[in-house]
């Protein structure tokens, strides 16, 4: 196998392993106890998934830059995380604790955000070409989490398949007790963690790099908010930031509310990812067309547009499934474009500590906000012995995604542009949909989810 097939399938296994068990998750934590989920408040799922999200994020840059990069092959590393990562989540299936949830889950992310970054590195470091490499191979990784979030149900929550003409294009009855079920999802992902954790031992031979990190990189990146874009950016990307992790954390409860089975909503989030595909292949162009601030405000005025459809909790069932497909739009044209821009931006010789101190700041600080702001809102928004009034949580979250996109368009200004050292991103803005994809330096994903 050639040293790009083996990538493409290391990143396929890299993201199988989160799609497997993300999109559901929210759904088996807030399902009531009688139909076999564990009954968590909209809260307490929020703090579960919000908190160890923003643990992970914080603590990746220094698990794979400080520690795996200098001192481990790389490979090995991420087949020592992987590990780690399977037991827990194999583990976590088995509790029905919030404390245990919480805390195990802070584990899990611990060990599974510096793998993203991990797979990344190795990708770049073996590919002749990056400009024209990365997108292939990473555009694997997307693919992983749809198959992953597809056999799931057919595995697990289904029998009797039958062929259909609605992705996953198999279905059939549920079995009994479903809701239950779905706790298999983290075995489900602890047993792909087991096989990609084998499979890394047959990925190039990747050695640590002793001096890969300037002391001084990292409090130099800080100076970019200094510049006005870069601050307004930053601001807008945290707002942006709060609701893109509301969407992990009450898109599967909103779509049982609304009659989906629970073996059609990961399928039926699939269709985000979908989009978000064919979105980034035309995001180069999209830039060097429209520039960055209307991408960027498309892509915010796409959350605008979702939350603000989805408040009309009335509307055909299909239409608001097929809305997922904005979520590719939102993805794209928002963070990607975010992450393109800052790797612009950067000084040449700080790039790397540019991108994680963005990344800090929004994937550190987005998670934790979206905890606090969904506790509150779900309080807010249920009544005394009630259910939890949708329109009023999708509507509040498409004001603040109209707040994004308004800042945005009104202050952000391109400082890059006219600048001689456009550098490695500017020139792969001007290079079509590949330089774009392949300008992520971190996958947006991404410690933020496709």
Same mark, same amino acid.
């Given at each position: ?20 068990? @993300? ?37 990746? &840059? ?7 990069? *200098? ?42 955000? %510096? ?16 400009? *024209? ?36 294009? @198999?279905?059939? $009855? ?12 983290? *075995? ?15 990925? $190039? ?8 990190? !300037?002391?001084?990189? #990292? =409090? ?32 599967? &409860?909103?779509?049982?509310? @609304? ?7 990961? &399928? ?7 989009? !978000? ?14 520039? #960055? *601030? ?23 069932? &299909? ?26 931006? +950067? ?25 606090? @702001? ?23 979250? +498409? =004001? ?14 391109? !400082? ?24 992520? $330096? ?7 989810? %496709?």
């Amino acid at each position: 196998m050639s040293v790009l097939s083996r990538l493409s399938v290391m990143m396929f296994l890299q993201y199988a392993v989160w799609g497997a068990w @993300l999109p559901i998750a929210a759904r088996y934590l807030g399902a009531p106890t009688e139909e076999g989920g564990l009954g968590f408040a909209p809260g307490d799922i929020a703090l579960i998934l919000g908190i160890a999200g923003s643990v992970g994020a914080i603590s990746s &840059p220094f698990i794979a830059g400080q520690i795996a990069d *200098r001192f481990f092959a790389t490979q090995r590393f991420l087949a020592v995380l992987l590990l780690l990562g399977g037991g827990i989540n194999w583990l976590l299936a088995e509790q029905t604790t919030y404390a245990a949830w919480l805390w195990l889950s802070i584990a899990y992310s611990v060990v599974y955000m %510096p793998t993203i970054a991990l797979s990344n590195s190795m990708a770049f470091t073996h590919m002749a070409d990056e400009q *024209r490499d990365f997108p292939r191979v990473r555009l694997w990784g997307t693919i992983g989490w749809i198959v992953a979030s597809w056999t799931f149900p057919m595995i697990w929550l289904q029998t009797g398949l039958t062929l259909d003409w609605m992705p996953p294009f @198999l279905s059939g $009855p549920e079995v009994s007790g479903v809701t239950g079920e779905l706790s298999n999802a983290l *075995r489900y992902s602890a047993l792909l963690s087991v096989v990609y954790a084998l499979f890394c031992l047959t990925l $190039p031979h990747t050695p640590p790099k002793r001096d890969a990190t !300037e002391s001084l990189a #990292f =409090a130099k990146a800080f100076g970019l908010f200094k510049r006005p874009s870069f601050a307004v950016l930053v601001l807008a990307s945290l707002l942006i930031s709060t609701v893109h992790q509301i969407y992990f954390m009450q898109t599967a &409860p909103f779509l049982s509310f @609304l009659g989906l089975r629970d073996s059609d909503i990961m &399928p039926a989030m699939t269709i985000g990812q979908g989009s !978000e595909i064919v979105v980034m292949l035309l995001l180069g162009a999209m830039l060097k067309r429209l520039g #960055f *601030r209307i991408v960027l405000t498309i892509g915010a005025a796409a959350y605008l547009a979702r939350y603000g459809l989805w408040g009309f909790t009335d509307l055909p069932v &299909p239409v608001l499934v097929a809305s997922q497909a904005l979520h590719g739009v939102c993805f794209a044209c928002f963070f990607a474009s975010a992450f393109i821009y800052v790797d612009r931006i +950067a000084p040449r010789d700080v790039r790397h500590s540019a991108q994680t101190v963005f990344g800090i700041m929004i994937l550190g600080g987005g998670p934790v906000l979206a905890g606090v @702001l969904l506790d509150d809102l779900s309080t807010r928004f249920t009544p005394a012995g009630g259910t939890l009034d949708y329109s009023s949580l999708w509507w509040t979250l +498409a =004001a603040i995604g109209g707040a994004a996109m308004l800042l945005v368009f009104a202050v952000f200004r391109d !400082e890059t542009q006219g600048e001689g050292d456009g550098g490695a991103a500017g020139g792969a803005v001007g290079e079509g949909a590949g330089g774009a994809a392949a300008a992520l $330096p971190v996958e947006a994903p991404d410690e933020i989810a %496709p």
